[in-house]
């Protein structure tokens, strides 16, 4: 397509520049029953899976119907839920922190036509559009990142892993069977952009090979101090190394046997690449939680070492969260999240049950810290 311009005049880059104004405010968009009964709120119930009700002090009810989001979307598909929300809520809708898309009604017979619009909306391949449910006691949606899609420092793809699980735990995304809800994520470097710290599963990409230098280019792409400094393990110093054709050149050194290949060095420098087709993979990692309920908040703690990058399917992964779930909606109690239960039951009964191999890459060797998550207690089960 010919070149249009917006109005914006290359030649005088800061004339009539916009800056600094910010987001909308919020309240712009509110619906209105949401604008007349703000902070009167009295209680809310969950009436089916993925619909919510709210009652406020005025007797006003709202009825919210939440759908599973796919995050990374088209206009297309936007444009349809605007579509949707013009049918059935004045032209108002909202997206959570998980990324699912609320509509909301405030009367109750409009809420039935409004699933039933939503439940028969399906793409060409046969998955539902806009899926009802992620309420209560079940999954929801899977908070995750960039993949191949978009990064450059991924160990393994977002999207595609995020469908293959969401599809294996279709079922809970649309009950509320489990002993407490079932937080999912996925960052696809230690980067962690996200929740896969502090989720009750997590899967994360993992690589297995220290980075490759490109040696020749290094000096000219690289701030070498800020590569040498980026290294949790100081793996890496400066030094001089002979190309091919006889020339010295200043780069960096890296001492093999103490990298963890976490990635640090090359997001700070291109000539440090280290992604491999083999060697990247998916470390799955459990019990983490950020409510205050109960418990105090808890850190995931890593379950499996490696899963290699299925295509584009992931079937190990997604056998193991999946099998993970159904041990411990079998054996938790009601309201126990999953980190809960592991920590009650004993870390050794949670691998038994679960059928996980424990291998040595499951024992914290990162400095003085992990000392404190070794046992200094003869109390364990045989
Ligand atoms: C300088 C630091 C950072 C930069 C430049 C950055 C940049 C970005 C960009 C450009 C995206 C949009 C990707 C896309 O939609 O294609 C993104 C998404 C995201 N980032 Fe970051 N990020 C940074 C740090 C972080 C950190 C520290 C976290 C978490 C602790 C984080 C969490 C996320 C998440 C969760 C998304 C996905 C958001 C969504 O659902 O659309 N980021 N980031
Ligand atoms: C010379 C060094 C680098 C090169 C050549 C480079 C190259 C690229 C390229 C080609 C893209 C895709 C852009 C697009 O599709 O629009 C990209 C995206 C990105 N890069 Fe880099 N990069 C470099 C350094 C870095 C560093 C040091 C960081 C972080 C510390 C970084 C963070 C990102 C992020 C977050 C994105 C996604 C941006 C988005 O979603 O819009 N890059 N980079
Ligand atoms: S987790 Fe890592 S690879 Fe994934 S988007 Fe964040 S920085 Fe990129
Ligand atoms: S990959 Fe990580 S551990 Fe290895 S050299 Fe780079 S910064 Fe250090």
Same mark, same amino acid.
């Given at each position: 397509?010919?070149? =249009?311009?917006?109005g914006?005049n290359?030649?005088?880059?800061?004339?009539?520049r916009?800056?600094?104004i910010g987001?909308r405010?919020?309240?712009?968009?509110?619906?209105?029953?949401?604008?007349?009964?703000?902070?009167?709120?009295?209680?809310h119930?969950?009436?089916q899976?993925?619909?919510?009700?709210?009652?406020a002090?005025?007797?006003?009810?709202?009825?919210?119907?939440?759908v599973?989001?796919?995050r990374?979307?088209?206009?297309t598909?936007?444009r349809?839920?605007?579509?949707?929300?013009?049918?059935?809520?004045?032209g108002?809708?909202?997206f959570?922190?998980?990324?699912?898309?609320?509509?909301?009604?405030?009367?109750?017979?409009?809420v039935?036509?409004?699933?039933?619009?939503l439940?028969?909306?399906?793409?060409?391949?046969?998955?539902?559009?806009?899926?009802?449910?992620?309420?209560? #006691?079940?999954?929801?949606?899977?908070?995750h990142t960039?993949g191949?899609?978009?990064c450059h420092?991924?160990?393994?793809?977002a999207?595609?892993?995020?469908?293959?699980?969401?599809d294996?735990?279709?079922?809970?995304?649309?009950?509320?069977?489990?002993?407490?809800h079932?937080? =999912?994520?996925?960052?696809c470097?230690?980067?962690?952009c996200?929740?896969?710290?502090?989720s009750?599963?997590?899967?994360?990409?993992?690589?297995r090979?220290?980075p490759?230098?490109d040696?020749?280019?290094?000096?000219?792409?690289?701030?070498?101090?800020?590569?040498?400094?980026?290294?949790?393990?100081?793996?890496?110093?400066?030094?001089?190394?002979e190309? #091919?054709?006889?020339?010295?050149?200043?780069?960096?050194?890296?001492?093999?046997?103490?990298?963890?290949?976490?990635?640090?060095?090359?997001?700070?420098?291109?000539?440090?690449?280290?992604?491999?087709?083999?060697g990247?993979?998916?470390?799955?990692?459990?019990?983490?939680?950020?409510?205050?309920?109960?418990s105090?908040p808890?850190?995931?703690?890593?379950v499996?070492?490696?899963?290699?990058?299925?295509?584009?399917r992931?079937?190990?992964?997604?056998?193991?969260?999946?099998?993970m779930?159904e041990?411990?909606? #079998?054996?938790?109690r009601?309201?126990?999240?999953l980190?809960?239960?592991?920590?009650?039951?004993?870390?050794?009964?949670f691998?038994?049950?679960?059928?996980?191999d424990f291998t040595?890459?499951?024992?914290?060797?990162f400095?003085?810290p992990?000392?404190?998550?070794w046992?200094?207690t003869t109390?364990?089960?045989?």
């Amino acid at each position: 397509m010919a070149f =249009v311009s917006s109005g914006y005049n290359p030649a005088k880059p800061m004339e009539n520049r916009i800056t600094d104004i910010g987001p909308r405010k919020y309240d712009e968009f509110y619906p209105p029953v949401i604008k007349k009964n703000k902070g009167k709120w009295l209680y809310h119930e969950i009436l089916q899976p993925g619909v919510l009700v709210h009652v406020a002090e005025s007797g006003d009810e709202v009825y919210t119907v939440r759908v599973g989001g796919i995050r990374l979307m088209s206009v297309t598909l936007i444009r349809e839920v605007c579509d949707i929300a013009d049918k059935h809520c004045d032209g108002h809708l909202r997206f959570t922190t998980r990324n699912n898309i609320e509509f909301m009604v405030d009367s109750k017979d409009k809420v039935q036509p409004l699933i039933d619009d939503l439940e028969s909306r399906k793409f060409k391949g046969g998955s539902f559009k806009f899926p009802v449910g992620g309420t209560g #006691a079940g999954v929801t949606n899977i908070v995750h990142t960039q993949g191949w899609i978009h990064c450059h420092t991924p160990a393994t793809d977002a999207s595609g892993p995020v469908k293959a699980t969401m599809d294996v735990l279709f079922d809970d995304f649309k009950n509320m069977r489990l002993p407490a809800h079932v937080r =999912v994520s996925l960052a696809c470097c230690l980067n962690m952009c996200g929740a896969v710290h502090c989720s009750d599963i997590a899967i994360l990409g993992y690589h297995r090979k220290p980075p490759l230098m490109d040696h020749e280019y290094l000096d000219k792409m690289c701030e070498i101090p800020l590569a040498i400094a980026s290294c949790p393990t100081a793996a890496l110093k400066p030094g001089k190394v002979e190309l #091919a054709d006889g020339t010295s050149v200043k780069s960096i050194l890296v001492n093999e046997p103490r990298c963890m290949f976490c990635g640090n060095c090359y997001t700070m420098c291109p000539s440090m690449p280290l992604a491999d087709t083999e060697g990247d993979g998916i470390v799955i990692m459990a019990g983490g939680k950020v409510s205050n309920r109960i418990s105090a908040p808890k850190f995931s703690k890593v379950v499996v070492a490696f899963f290699p990058n299925e295509v584009p399917r992931w079937p190990q992964t997604t056998n193991c969260i999946k099998n993970m779930i159904e041990v411990y909606a #079998a054996d938790a109690r009601k309201y126990e999240r999953l980190g809960e239960w592991a920590e009650r039951i004993g870390w050794e009964r949670f691998f038994e049950k679960c059928e996980l191999d424990f291998t040595h890459h499951l024992i914290d060797d990162f400095r003085d810290p992990a000392y404190y998550t070794w046992r200094q207690t003869t109390q364990f089960k045989f």
